[in-house]
């Protein structure tokens, strides 16, 4: 069975802790994103990566960090110097690293952080 | 800036009703504009449009693009309560970012 897993579909942090999401795919993608979504509003890119061992700041990078070791798995790590990590956190991945096909997304991390 | 604006941001209709979503944008380098429908959890992808006047069409739901005048509409036909959703429009350019809107809210009363 093809497609993005994101694990744990819900999570509960203190504040002050650091709190890594794991993105897992096995669609053969070389691409791959996260995003934040907040009530009301749309997608917004954390980071994204086209290849192994490399990747970029998206638009709302600060407070995050990501790893690509592997082609499969992109993890990201929310920090304690997030200001407002409670969210939910979608990872993606395409085909193609120029972004023309389609995202594909894994069903999603609800964060709180209370 | 790269910009995609939805309107409108929210939706109410009854079944049977037809509805026309709207997207416009400003985006460097534009390759592509996608449209997806949200239900409480992952997008799901719907269309892909990269030129203009061709309609994409799935079952009730269509698409076009306007890369004149840079907007695309989702039309939606006979409406049912199961088309209610949040309706993400996004525009990916050449760096292979996706930009996204805020997304229309549509709720289908019975």
């Known amino acids: ?114 | 800036e790269d910009k995609v604006v939805q309107s409108p941001l929210s939706l109410v209709v009854h079944e049977g009703d037809t509805v026309t979503l709207n997207c416009s944008y400003e985006v460097t380098n534009f390759r592509s504009l996608l449209w997806y429908k949200q239900e409480k959890k992952a997008p799901t992808f719907l269309f892909m449009l990269t030129s203009s006047g061709i309609e994409k069409k799935s079952g009730r739901l269509s698409s076009i693009l306007d890369k004149k005048e840079l907007f695309s509409i989702l039309n939606i036909t006979a409406t049912q309560t199961g088309d209610s959703a949040v309706y993400l429009c996004a525009v990916a350019n050449q760096g292979g970012k996706l930009i996204f809107g805020q997304g229309t809210e549509l709720s289908v009363k019975p």
């Open chain 1, 1 to 114: 069975d093809g497609g993005i897993t994101q694990s744990p579909k819900y999570l509960f942090r203190k504040e002050g802790q650091n709190v890594t999401l794991s993105c897992e795919q096995n669609l053969n993608h070389d691409a791959m994103y996260w995003y934040r979504q907040d009530p009301g509003q749309g997608l917004r890119l954390i980071y994204y990566s086209q290849i192994v061992n490399d990747f970029q700041k998206g638009d709302i990078a600060e407070g995050y960090s990501v790893s690509r070791e592997k082609k499969e798995s992109f993890p990201l790590t929310v920090t304690s110097a997030q200001k407002n990590p409670t969210a939910f956190y979608l990872c993606a991945s395409s085909m193609e690293r120029g972004g023309s096909y389609e995202q594909y997304f894994g069903p999603g991390t609800r964060l709180t952080v209370t």
